[in-house]
């Protein structure tokens, strides 16, 4: 499911939830959605997951192998729960890098990993995921959660994170993906499409925001593809991990 | 997924009650990033503490490799969390020690030398006038049980030693045994004499 380019003059169109929209429209479009729901995200994360987010950003930490003195870049960090967890883990000699596109979830990140106290060896910076504003082999681990359904090439999104990876550094992308059982994949459904519109409705007053958020799960690409495509961009050792039967994934890739 | 939950929530816990004493943060700070492996035997259980200035982490799966790994059976690393002398538990034949050991004595010590400010944390839910009078009555309580369970043992360990004499008292059999070790030192002094003059008057021994 990869994004579609037309080869003619007409601009290419993406997918932004079940619509297609022209490739240079979406950032602004996924932007206006993540500017609306910045205040409430933490809040409307708890609600939609029934707080089982914070055991599947949990597995990605212990998955990622940080040591002290490691360099980490959180891509699409968001309101900063990897930050936080990496920035101490890291240690003073280490270094985590927030990066949103987002201004307003970088702000709502960086207020609240202040007003924790967490600072001292992270940085915020507004980037765009398909062209990272860092060195080559530079990090040791890049991680991205929940982030990379809204990319809108989702391929140069990949290269670019391999090219800042140091050799052996890992990549580690927690995202939405496809449920491994025909019954929870019933109930899921029902679940994104009927409850999730309403509970954002409710809490954010936009439920607009919350039916882009089932329909974009739905347009990503399944644990296999996402597996290949990190292939293809050049990972080694590319593995995943179905968590909540396959509600989300955590698929890992090591840079050669 | 149900194990990590579970870990999520012991780990929440552990830290809340590690916050009680103002010095088991700073020191956990030195170990910080130090991984700790706990294998147990029996059951056959996997867990990772990885401790750090916010109090300790534990995982059920940890990427990097293990500063140190404990290899112990279930009844030995109960007796570890609980045991005042957790030192001890870790030299027992049952525990295995694989790695940097001095990361695990100094959790182990960190933990041991724990005192918590049970009145503090109590203070924060029902305040501190509240608190006082319930921890001042708690306390008078706890004096008045100690004091009178001392005061029982004694009436009792009197009255069964010198009332009932169905037990000897403690001074009494002291004498009693001092009276044997007397005793006993003197029968190994005669056999020594006799032993001596024995070899005196063996003929082989004068030749």
Redo the contacts between chains.
Sequence with gaps: MTDQRKGSDAEPTTHFGFKNVPESQKAEKVAEVFHSVAAKYDLMNDVLSGGMHRLWKRFTIELSGVRPGNRVLDIAGGTGDLTRKFSHLVGPTGQVVLADINASMLKVGRDRLLDKGVAGNIEFVQADAEKLPFPDNHFDVVTIAFGLRNVTHKEDALRSMLRVLKPGGRLLVLEFSKPTNALMSKVYDAYSFAFMPLAGKLITNDSESYRYLAESIRMHPNQETLKSMMVEAGFDRVTYHNMTAGIVALHRGIKP | ?LF??LL?SVEHGLNRVLRLDSTALPRLQHL??KVIAVDCRSPSVQL?V?P???GL?L??????DADCTLRAPASSLVRLALSQDKTSVLHSPEVELEGDSGVLLELAAILQDLELDWEYELSRWLGPVATQLFSGHLRSRARWYRQGFASLNQNLAEYLAEESRTLVGQREAEARFSELDRVKLDLERLEARFERLSRSLDPSDNA
């Design positions: 997924m990590s939950g999520a910080n990033g990772f990885i750090g200035d916010e982490t995982a059920a799966h940890w990427a990097a």
